[in-house]
């Protein structure tokens, strides 16, 4: 399996701050690594996919990137919309598709 | 808008099989992928299992000995059917449109999530 390892597993910030959630895959996954944000009581939603690509309806001030094996979700000014749980997912290989953890983004 | 409604018994006993259905609306079941993501109580999300509409399917190895996914597609459906649960079954089950659809290899659409607990 590969394992996907976000930190932190939580955070506290203030609205207007600057996020950064990392993911770091047990081996190289090419870019197919996903981030989704999940509010409590509600389904996960797709926010980036392919490492850096916004998926559609997704505010610009979500962002991805990529270095080797670690990648970063970036919030440029924290909403207060945007405090939820976060998960990485990798795509690369499907035994089996594999999540992090989650990061949990709480009001500090 | 694509649209996906899990349906199916929200209490489960222990040894017996956990069945589950997501509909799909608004856009045809065999243009995509589907899955089936689980979470348990306070805890992080677990891919079960996909399926096409050719048939084909994968499941998680950790699951696979008591994982079944099959599709109906006259009915615009695919089902997830889990034997021999435990507690450790109780959780979250979402249905999802992924992990390939269009241009992306992630879980795009997801449905709202049925509660499933395990207990006698």
């Known amino acids: 399996d590969i394992q996907m390892t976000q930190s932190p597993s939580s955070l506290s910030a203030s609205v207007g701050d600057r996020v950064t959630i990392t993911c770091r895959a047990s081996q190289s996954i090419s870019g197919f690594l996903n981030w989704y944000q999940q509010k409590p009581g509600k389904a996960p939603e797709l926010l980036i996919y392919?490492?850096?690509s916004l998926q559609s309806g997704v505010p610009s001030r979500f962002s991805g990137s990529e270095s080797g094996t670690d990648f970063t979700l970036t919030i440029s000014s924290l909403q207060p919309e945007d405090f939820a749980t976060y998960y990485c997912q990798q795509s690369y290989s499907t035994l089996p598709l594999t999540f992090g953890g989650g990061t949990k983004v709480d009001i500090k | 808008q694509v649209q996906l409604q899990e349906s199916g018994p929200g209490l489960v006993k222990p040894s017996e099989t956990l069945s589950l259905t997501c509909t799909v609306s608004d856009v045809s079941i065999i243009t995509s992928y589907w899955s089936w993501v689980r979470q348990p109580p306070g805890k992080g999300l677990e891919w079960i299992g996909y399926?096409?509409?050719?048939?084909?399917?994968n499941y998680n190895p950790s699951l696979k000995s008591r994982v079944t996914i099959s599709m109906d597609t006259s009915k615009s459906q695919f089902s997830l059917k889990l034997s021999s649960v435990t507690a450790a079954d109780t959780g979250m089950y979402y249905c999802?449109?992924?992990?390939?659809?269009?241009?992306?290899?992630?879980?795009?659409?997801w449905g709202q999530g049925t509660m499933v607990t395990v207990s006698s």
């Open positions: 999802a449109r992924g992990p390939y659809s269009g241009s992306s290899s992630a879980f795009d659409i």
């Open positions: 392919a490492a850096s």
């Open positions: 399926i096409y509409y050719s048939g084909s399917t």
